[in-house]
């Protein structure tokens, strides 16, 4: 399986969405190691589905077929290689409940595999999408969609890095589709300001990135989540959300196209 899916739009179009951790999928020798117990929860559960309408209007998405308990492509690679916190690190070595993962050390050369199977491709397939809409436009709007439980109590949380990532014209349209669809939204809340895939690309001359983070329960269910791997839906529910989404990514792309005019 490939490690990174892309939904290329191929007509004029400078938005790009990136879903870093939207499978749940690891690899075989991940699971030899695994212990036999472990819970891998907090991925961003049913993201590709909920968002395959993007393509529809015309936005390239990048996503990643590989869980994040495998290696985390929002991760810095020249930092934390595997912390004692999963928040900073590349390869968890505990779940976000803080369960110790593996039964024994993972190898360099496993290490090093996931690195050049997973993240790097990760990497390389997003920063030429971005590179090939420069090309043509000059400016990129490079959307990361991520979803979350318990550091907010909004629905929405878009993060920018406290304004570092985008410009305030740019955060004021996507603010103001979300709320349009009544979605309660807050800005750079604590844990959810944005990570390195924002950090990271909006340094490029012409982008500007925003972290856009949606809760569990607008799109999974109306409940309490715990230490749990997510199988079922709210079919309602979800189709619902979808439904909102896609009208705020339209007003999204409607009022940054007239920008660009």
């Not at 290490?111 to 491709?121: A, G, T």
């Not at 109306?222 to 839906?233: A, I, S, T, Y």
Request: proline share 1%.
């Amino acid at each position: 399986m490939k490690s990174v899916s892309i939904e290329k739009s191929n007509r004029k179009n400078n938005i790009i969405a990136s879903i870093p951790h939207g499978s749940s999928y690891i690899i075989r020798e991940m699971k030899k190691k695994m212990k036999d117990e472990i819970i891998l929860t907090n991925n961003d559960w049913f993201l590709n589905e909920l968002y395959d309408f993007l393509i529809e209007l015309d936005i390239t998405t990048v996503s990643a077929n590989y869980s994040r308990y495998v290696i985390d492509v929002n991760r810095n690679i020249d930092k934390e290689l595997h912390g004692k916190d999963y928040t900073e690190s590349l390869i968890y070595m505990k779940t976000t409940f803080n369960k110790d993962i593996y039964c024994e050390p993972l190898l360099i050369e496993d290490i090093e595999k996931r690195i050049n199977d997973i993240y790097l491709p990760y990497h390389s397939t997003l920063k030429s999408e971005i590179y090939r809409v420069l090309n043509k436009l000059d400016k990129v709007y490079l959307f990361d969609l991520h979803s979350f439980y318990a550091q907010s109590t909004a629905d929405v949380v878009l993060g920018t890095k406290e304004g570092n990532t985008c410009s305030e014209f740019v955060l004021d349209i996507v603010y103001k589709a979300f709320i349009s669809e009544n979605f309660q939204v807050k800005v750079d809340e604590k844990g959810l300001r944005g990570g390195y895939i924002v950090s990271h690309y909006s340094t490029i001359d012409g982008v500007e990135a925003i972290q856009i983070e949606l809760r569990y329960t607008k799109y999974i269910e109306d409940r309490f989540f715990g230490e749990e791997e997510l199988r079922n839906k709210d079919d309602v529910l979800f189709t619902h959300t979808k439904e909102k989404l896609k009208r705020v990514f339209r007003k999204i792309k409607n009022e940054l196209n007239k920008e660009c005019m």
